[in-house]
Nanobody
Framework: QVQLVESGGGLVQPGGSLRLSCAAS????????MGWYRQAPGKERELVAA???????NYADSVKGRFTISRDIAKNTVYLQMNSLKPDDTGVYYC??????????????WGQGTQVTVSS
């Protein structure tokens, strides 16, 4: 199994910044991509940002220019730097990753989620 542990959420005022971290551990042979999703109350879960093993990055239009995703391949860790936060960024942020385990089987894992609240 592959486990994801997230950290870095919290309460921040509009215009502020937060940095989320997500570390993957367990039976990992290789990772294809790691990403962040969020779910606001009453809304569906949506992709915020993702990065592939090769370094290609994808962002939701609503966060382009404000959020930056990065990863540390050696540590199987992904980060999400969130700047100029808005109340609409409020939600539970989930880390996700997919790849192959040491049995050469595919996996797709989710973290437990971390709350981000942007409010004055």
């Amino acid at each position: 199994q592959v486990q994801l542990v997230e950290s870095g959420g919290g309460l921040v005022q509009p215009g502020g910044s937060l940095r989320l971290s997500c570390a993957a551990s367990g039976s990992i042979l290789s990772i294809n991509a790691m990403g962040w999703y969020r779910q606001a109350p009453g809304k569906e879960r949506e992709l915020v940002a993702a990065v592939t093993f090769g370094g290609s990055r994808n962002y939701a239009d609503s966060v382009k220019g404000r959020f930056t995703i990065s990863r540390d391949i050696a540590k199987n860790t992904v980060y999400l730097q969130m700047n100029s936060l808005k109340p609409d960024d409020t939600g539970v942020y989930y880390c996700s990753t997919d790849g192959y385990n040491r049995n050469y089987q595919t996996f797709h894992s989710w973290g437990q989620g971390t709350q981000v609240t942007v409010s004055s």
